[in-house]
Each structure stands twice: as C-alpha cells, then as structure tokens.
C-alpha cells in the first residue's frame, strides 16, 4: 500500500505501534476437523500447517488472509470483506454444523467472539491462540519531532491493539492537539472509538481494499 500511495504521488510515513509474537500451543489431532478459521495473516504464519489437509473448507476475515491462505496450500478458500461479523455470515452461509468440527486460528485478543458465536448457532469450534500483540514502547525521536513539524492530512489505523497503542502515544508525546486537521481511516468502529478523544477532521471506517478509494472522498 505504500508503495501504491508513493506511486500516486503521496508522502507517506509509517509508524509501526505493535510487534507480533508466536506463542506455544497445544497440538492438534486436524483429522478431526472439517473447516478452518483464520482472522489474520499471523494466525496462519504461526501455525504449523503440515499436518492439516489443505482441502479443508478455509474461511479467511479478508483478502490478505485469503492470498496467505492460498499461498500455503489451502484450495478452498472463503474470504469475507474484512471483519468479523462478515466472516460469521460466511461461515454460516457456506458451512453446515452437520460437517464437523471447526478449528478457529486467532491471536491472544480478538475484537469479537466469533468461536462463541459460532457454538451459540450449533457449531462445534476449537480455537487455538497462536500468537500475541505487544506495543512498541519507544519511538524514534527524529520521527516525532518530524511529525509534529508536518502533521499528516490522514492517518490509517488497521486495529484495536494499534489505535490502543497510537492514543497512548500521542498521549505520550503530548500530541493531543495537533490531529484536528487530519483524516482518520480506521478498520471498524471499535477501532475508531478508542480515538475517539482525539478532536479530527473527520473520521472513515473502511475495510482492507478500499484505503484508495476514501483519498476520493476527502
């Protein structure tokens, strides 16, 4: 995307606020399972796949899981439009609770319950945690005192752990007030609530696929 926006003509900064750690977890028997869920391109690159038949219906939350997916092996591959609450009407939509058991791949925090839901419409799920987020704790101070001179015309949040760890560092580095003439794209409502403090121009939920499009709508 930066190279796309770059190509375009646009300055663009980026300021990575979480960095991606895998955790341990607990073997699975995949025979047993007749779908998997993935809600990110990280629960896919820290599962061990091996042993999983990649002829398994694969239900993917957006278009990068789903080429991530696809990447790896999987061959039938549903993508949803970015969120969760699509990815559920996929799966219901594609997957009978008669066919078996569904294996859910997801980070530590998720911003919705989807295996829960899921059990709630008669599904059997398993989810297994294979990774965490952690925040960045230091930033590099030629960068901030670069913003603070140039404040961006918009800023893209693509989740809730990253706008939880961009308000505390602006809180951080006292930029509470320089945000009023900057655009905000966020991943979701949940996403763009955690900013909401923070007095912007506007504020623009999106989903993965449209970041070009809304340059056209400001």
């Known amino acids: 995307m930066i190279l796309k926006f770059q190509s375009l003509g646009h300055e663009i900064s980026h300021l990575p606020l979480i960095n991606i750690e895998g955790l341990k977890y607990e073997s699975q028997n995949y025979s047993e399972f007749k779908g998997v869920i993935f809600t990110s391109v990280n629960a896919i690159k820290f599962l061990d796949i091996k042993n999983i038949d990649k002829r398994l219906k694969c239900f993917c939350v957006g278009n990068a899981t789903e080429k991530k997916a696809r990447s790896v092996g999987f061959q039938n ?7 969760v609450n699509n990815l559920k009407e996929l799966i219901l939509q594609n997957f009978n609770s008669s066919e078996g058991k569904l294996l859910y791949v997801s980070g530590e925090m998720i911003s919705s319950n989807l295996d829960s839901e899921l059990i709630s419409h008669g599904y059997t799920t398993e989810r297994v945690i294979n990774y965490r987020t952690n925040p960045i704790e230091k930033y590099d101070e030629d960068f901030i005192k670069k913003l603070k001179l140039k404040m961006p015309e918009i800023t893209y949040v693509y989740s809730q ?58």
């Open 161 to 218: 752990n990253s706008a939880i760890n961009f308000l505390k560092m602006i809180k951080n580095y006292q930029l509470e007030t320089l945000w009023m003439n900057t655009n905000l794209m966020c991943i979701g409502e949940k996403t763009s609530s955690i900013l909401n403090e923070i007095k912007w121009k506007k504020i623009f939920l999106f989903n993965p696929g449209e970041e070009e499009f809304l340059l056209y709508k400001i």
């Open 77 to 83: 591959v549903f993508a949803a439009e970015g969120n």
